[in-house]
């Protein structure tokens, strides 16, 4: 654990290798998540799991200005990348398509389910970060990235208990926004 204090720090400090390796202490644990999250959605956003991971990495190493303080934190910071990332590919070949075609007819646009489904998703995230930031990140860690509710709870500095009750909380504002 001392070794990954010491990345951090260098890592904040600017040390780009040090990046690197903080990064590859943590691949097989954002291996791990990055599969979780795309075994049910990878023909939706044609994103294979080392594809996801490596773009993530990417974005991580030109955020240079983002302070890492602890384990949970770069992982909470991985699942918003992650997020980002599923999100910017989904939205890809609309905007190739709507750049060839000019405005964009929503309804001549037939998408797959899985792409719709994750799209409304981030949007109603969007949405509940108005109301809860926390209830926000709470449902981007989990459904972007597959943390556990001890793994969020970390992140967050809350108990499990209070993640149950903020996911369950979460869940009814996503279901209602989503039925709309």
């Known amino acids: 654990m001392s070794d990954i204090t010491g990345l951090l720090t260098a890592a904040n400090r600017g040390d780009e290798s040090a990046r690197g390796q903080l990064f590859a202490e943590f691949y097989p644990e954002l291996r791990r998540l990055a599969h979780a999250r795309m075994h049910g959605s990878r023909s939706a956003t044609l ?94 860690m989990r459904y972007f990235a597959g943390l556990t509710e001890p793994e969020i709870g970390e992140a967050l500095g809350i108990t499990e208990r209070t993640v149950r009750r903020d996911w369950q909380k979460a869940r009814l504002i996503l279901a209602a926004d989503l039925t709309r």
């Open 47 to 140: 994103l294979s799991t080392t594809v996801l991971v490596h773009e993530s990495y990417v974005r991580f190493l030109k955020s240079a200005r983002i302070q890492i303080s602890d384990r949970s934190h770069f992982m909470a910071y991985s699942a918003r990348v992650m997020r980002s990332v599923i999100v910017d590919r989904l939205r890809e070949p609309c905007a190739r398509w709507r750049d060839a075609m000019g405005p964009l007819d929503l309804d001549a646009v037939d998408p797959s389910s899985g792409e719709t489904e994750i799209l409304r998703v981030h949007e109603a995230i969007d949405h509940l970060a108005t109301i809860s930031e926390r209830l926000a990140s709470i449902v981007e």
